[in-house]
């Protein structure tokens, strides 16, 4: 039987066939592979490379991304998405005078995108980006005002009462529905504000320190909704990161629960 010769692949299927591949990646918030794939292709993919830094909490390599001319140019053209990397930095750095500023500009970016989408109506998609984006904006201001009150505590040596926002982070959390890379959006950045407090705060009592985050809890229901939407890795990736971000104390109900999922 003679060989089948290879199917050919014309470069805008090929092209189709990547950007499924990489959204299913994302999915499956295989963040280490992304970034490979993003850095070894053909033209690069600068978005995706920084996209896999920030996952990845490699804020030095958030940052030499963000230098690069294309995504300059994004930032120039008013891209809010890029301007969130850009208070991302701005919070890593500590420079919580320029956090207020850069989140009203990314507001402005924004609203000015939202003004140019169609009537919001019932089932239509259109919105959902920048519903999400403000959601992650408004988390992000929050932990700027956050990281002012750690600072400030940490030299005085006293702790802070952070039990009203956590509260509102656990009631504020993406749609049930919405996809697990969109609440890793979200809760993965709470656990890089979580993991600061901790190494900030490494001075003090366990007991005390374990009540100034809520990485368990955010670990464990990260863990929940990809085990809900049957993504049995990232569910079991979430539970195998708990055990270091937690800082070696955990709640009974924060065990159980990793115990449970």
């Known amino acids: 039987v003679p060989p089948v010769p290879p199917a050919r692949v014309t470069p805008l299927e090929l092209e189709l066939w990547q950007e499924r591949w990489v959204e299913c990646a994302r999915q499956l918030s295989q963040w280490g592979l992304l970034a490979e794939f993003a850095r070894g292709a053909e033209p690069p993919h600068p978005e995706l490379m920084v996209e896999a830094a920030w996952k990845a909490h490699e804020w030095a390599d958030v940052r030499r991304h963000l230098e690069l001319p294309s995504l300059v140019a994004r930032q120039e053209g008013g891209s809010p998405r890029h301007k969130m990397y850009e208070i991302y930095v701005a ?11 850069l989140c009203g500009q990314c507001i402005q970016l924004a609203l000015h995108r939202w003004a140019a989408l169609p009537p919001l109506r019932a089932g239509d998609g259109a919105h959902r980006s920048l519903l999400q984006l ?12 956050i990281m002012v009150d750690v600072a400030g505590h940490a030299r005085a040596r006293t702790y802070p009462d952070f039990k009203g926002i956590v509260q ?17 959006d979200v809760l993965g950045w709470r656990a890089h504000v979580f993991a600061t407090i901790r190494r900030e705060f490494a001075w003090g009592a366990q007991d005390e320190v374990s009540l100034l985050h809520d990485a368990p809890w955010t670990a464990c229901r990260l863990a929940r909704v990809a085990r809900k939407q049957r993504l049995r890795d990232v569910a079991l990736g979430a539970l195998a ?15 159980y629960e990793k115990l449970r999922e």
């Open 241 to 255: 990161r708990l055990g270091g971000d937690a800082g070696g104390a955990m709640d009974v109900k924060d065990i």
């Open 168 to 184: 509102t982070w656990r009631d504020r959390l993406p749609n049930a529905w919405d996809a697990t890379a969109e609440w890793d």
């Open 134 to 145: 403000f959601h992650r904006l408004i988390e992000v201001h929050e932990s700027g005002q």
């Open 91 to 101: 919070i890593v750095d500590g420079q919580f005078g320029d956090v207020e500023k």
